[in-house]
């Protein structure tokens, strides 16, 4: 909210003070904003608190509540717990990547993941901190879009080496697969563009735009989960320089460095070697996270900035927040420089809901993006190279056109 806050426990220097007041204790203080805490800002440790969500007619949805207090439940306290993901700390049901399930979730269970609660909260309580101190000024926040682009297999066909080349017309024969037996010999003979080679048209959508553009790029070691060229490839590394020169570029760790500390050093090397930048925005391959391994990890690799927050089959909002905000370890009680984006759209969510409810890309995207205009928050999309047919294409500039402003 942009404002200084002075800390005391001594409640008659609270009492005398002509200052805003907010009287976070369990004692009763009269003409100020009353909270009453939970345990959870003063325990040390990970509990499992039992947790009952109530609906409320101006804060929506809430827990850990308080009795005869101005704010109904402990926002702090709340807050906390959903923007730490205290919830993955605990045991919970895995889908099959072994990643944390959205319908676990509280925000889904309880119907407030496609809300930014704290943002809602937030206000809320500057409203109630108006009513009572009218002169307090708060922070103007500024809407910011960023579209995020995932590389997780550069090219379809091309610059894959002689052995991979075989092997795919080999499939193709084996499966009887003529017409990608005949587009895989047409694009390596240069007579067709490769299907995933859609570099060119982002480009010049983002220059024409004027939007802030990032390039994840997967350079893992060969995988089940992970397919890109090789990082040694002249062409691949020409075209990660070549984007480099128009955006931002970051690295998508191969799914097999999630338990590898060594291994994910090794391919921020890679990409820092190549585009001759050091490398400080990150993106987990398939969002892999791991609380709080994925992040200590991506910490001591000299990642600054984390892109992971948010769910590969659900648009919404992870950490119910769409501010960025810097990622609190509750395993060791400590705050990090690490700085957490979060995204709540991704086009691949977006296709896989429009076949199910039958509604259009755009119907299903908008919701989403008013949601974090309505709280000048910061909307990030994702989106991969492989998606981009002319269909795709043509909803890409639409969806910029509307997120930018």
């Known amino acids: 909210m942009g404002l200084d806050v002075l800390l005391t426990i001594n409640l008659e220097e609270f009492i005398n003070s002509s200052l805003p007041k907010i009287n976070y204790s369990d004692v009763k203080v009269e003409n100020c904003l009353s909270i009453k805490p939970h345990p959870i800002l003063f325990d040390v440790g990970i509990k499992d608190y039992p947790i009952e969500v109530s609906n409320h007619e101006v804060f929506q949805k809430i827990f850990f509540k308080g009795h005869n207090t101005t704010i109904p439940f402990d926002l702090f306290g709340a807050s906390f717990w959903l923007l730490t993901r205290f919830e993955e700390y605990l045991p919970f049901k895995t889908d099959k990547h072994n990643r944390f399930n959205y319908k676990s979730s509280l925000a889904y269970q309880y119907d407030f993941i496609d809300t930014p609660l704290i943002n809602l909260w937030i206000n809320k309580l500057q409203l109630c901190l108006n009513e009572l101190y009218p002169n307090l000024k708060f922070k103007e926040h500024q809407y910011s879009f960023i579209s995020t682009i995932d590389v997780d297999n550069a090219f379809k066909y091309k610059h894959k080496g002689v052995v991979r080349a075989i092997a795919g017309y080999l499939h193709d024969v084996i499966t009887k697969n003529l017409k990608s037996f005949k587009e895989r010999f047409l694009v390596i003979v240069g007579q067709k563009k490769d299907p995933y080679d859609c570099y060119a048209f982002l480009i010049d959508v983002h220059k024409k735009q004027n939007?802030?553009?990032?390039?994840?790029?997967?350079?893992?070691?060969?995988?089940?989960?992970?397919?890109?060229?090789?990082?040694?490839?002249?062409?691949?590394?020409?075209?990660?320089?070549?984007?480099?020169?128009?955006?931002?570029?970051?690295?998508?760790?191969?799914?097999?460095?999630?338990?590898?500390?060594?291994?994910?050093?090794?391919?921020?090397?890679?990409?820092?070697?190549?585009?001759?930048?050091?490398?400080?925005?990150?993106?987990?391959?398939?969002?892999?996270?791991?609380?709080?391994?994925?992040?200590?990890?991506?910490?001591?690799?000299?990642?600054?900035?984390?892109?992971?927050?948010?769910?590969?089959?659900?648009?919404?909002?992870?950490?119910?927040?769409?501010?960025?905000?810097?990622?609190?370890?509750?395993?060791?009680?400590?705050?990090?420089?690490?700085?957490?984006?979060?995204?709540?759209?991704?086009?691949?969510?977006?296709?896989?809901?429009?076949?199910?409810?039958?509604?259009?890309?755009?119907?299903?995207?908008?919701?989403?993006?008013?949601?974090?205009?309505?709280?000048?928050?910061?909307?990030?999309?994702?989106?991969?190279?492989?998606?981009?047919?002319?269909?795709?294409?043509?909803?890409?500039?639409?969806?910029?056109?509307?997120?930018?402003?």
């Not at 390039?215 to 490839?233: I, M, V």
């Not at 791991?290 to 648009?315: C, R, V, W």
Request: charge should be neutral.
């Open 211 to 405: 939007i802030k553009a990032i390039y994840f790029f997967l350079l893992g070691d060969y995988g089940p989960n992970d397919k890109n060229q090789a990082a040694t490839n002249l062409n691949f590394q020409a075209l990660m320089k070549n984007i480099a020169d128009y955006s931002s570029v970051g690295i998508h760790p191969s799914y097999g460095s999630n338990s590898k500390a060594q291994q994910l050093k090794i391919e921020i090397s890679r990409l820092a070697n190549i585009i001759h930048s050091p490398v400080i925005y990150n993106r987990q391959h398939f969002s892999m996270l791991k609380f709080p391994q994925t992040y200590h990890n991506l910490l001591k690799a000299g990642i600054e900035e984390d892109f992971s927050m948010g769910y590969t089959n659900y648009n919404g909002f992870r950490a119910s927040y769409c501010y960025p905000f810097n990622w609190y370890n509750l395993e060791n009680e400590l705050l990090t420089p690490l700085t957490i984006n979060s995204f709540c759209v991704a086009e691949s969510t977006l296709k896989y809901f429009s076949l199910k409810e039958n509604k259009t890309l755009m119907d299903l995207a908008l919701p989403i993006i008013n949601e974090v205009k309505k709280y000048n928050g910061q909307l990030i999309s994702v989106f991969h190279n492989d998606t981009f047919n002319e269909d795709m294409k043509k909803f890409y500039i639409e969806f910029i056109e509307i997120a930018k402003k």
